[in-house]
């Protein structure tokens, strides 16, 4: 089974600074995706960014971009030029390519980011 | 613009109820999913379906089961509810891989 580990359950940055967020992962797989999901205080939970495991290069959306080790099995995120509406928890989760999973996520515990003005 | 909406954004219930937890998505999505949300634990999926009539358990069903009799419609049963059940249940549909999951606004319970 596959199992998501965020390490950091709180994290703080000041506005415009940038944050990384950590997660690591632990698979037997070789084909799978990464993400990162942000929860805002009593909103819905939307994707911010994706990352195909076959890919070596670094996803990116905007300010948000991830560092993503393979052989490490670590997937941060970092993100830049910090917003007061970056304030979130954020999930990190993990879901096989293939198979039966029908795009089954496993999630990371969470972090909650604090953006201080 | 997806849309999946669940029945209430809080309910209170008291132990040994029966409780129903609705979940309805607007874009033909094969697959939908409930997940239990804790602090400290993140989301763990209780149960999913990936076509109408069709269900698989997740890693936490004991004490849930689901219908979906319906495609746009996905629900969540607590057969006799109990305090360990109090929790944020969020409802997720997709298309499949490679698809990303859509999450509702999810369902704050309390079970006193």
């Known amino acids: 089974a596959q199992t998501v580990t965020q390490s950091q359950p709180e994290m703080s940055v000041q506005e415009a600074e940038t944050v990384t967020l950590s997660c690591t992962y632990d698979?037997?797989?070789?084909?799978?995706?990464l993400f990162w999901y942000k929860q805002p205080p009593s909103r819905q939970m939307i994707l911010v960014i994706r990352q195909e495991a076959y890919k070596q290069q670094n996803a990116t959306e905007n300010r948000f971009s991830v560092n993503f080790q393979k052989a490490a099995k670590s997937f941060s995120l970092k993100i830049s030029d910090s917003q007061l509406g970056d304030a979130a928890m954020y999930f990190c989760a993990y879901r096989n390519a293939g198979g039966t999973s029908y795009g089954k996520l496993t999630f990371g515990q969470g972090t909650i980011l604090t953006v201080h003005p | 613009d997806v849309k999946v909406t669940q029945s209430s954004r809080y309910l209170v219930k008291r132990t040994g109820e029966k409780v129903f937890l609705e979940c309805v998505q607007d874009?033909?999505?094969?697959?939908m999913f409930w997940y239990r949300q804790d602090p400290g634990l993140g989301l763990r999926l209780i149960y999913f379906s990936y076509d109408v009539k069709m269900k698989e358990k997740g890693d936490i069903p004991e004490g849930y089961s689901v219908s979906r009799e319906k495609k746009e419609r996905f629900s969540l049963i607590l057969e006799s509810a109990s305090t360990n059940q109090t929790s944020m249940y969020l409802c997720?549909?997709?298309?499949?891989?490679?698809?990303?999951?859509?999450f509702g606004p999810g369902t704050r319970l309390t079970v006193t």
């Open positions: 997720a549909s997709s298309l499949g891989i490679p698809h990303e999951q859509y």
């Open positions: 698979t037997s797989e070789s084909d799978y995706y």
């Open positions: 874009m033909d999505h094969e697959n």
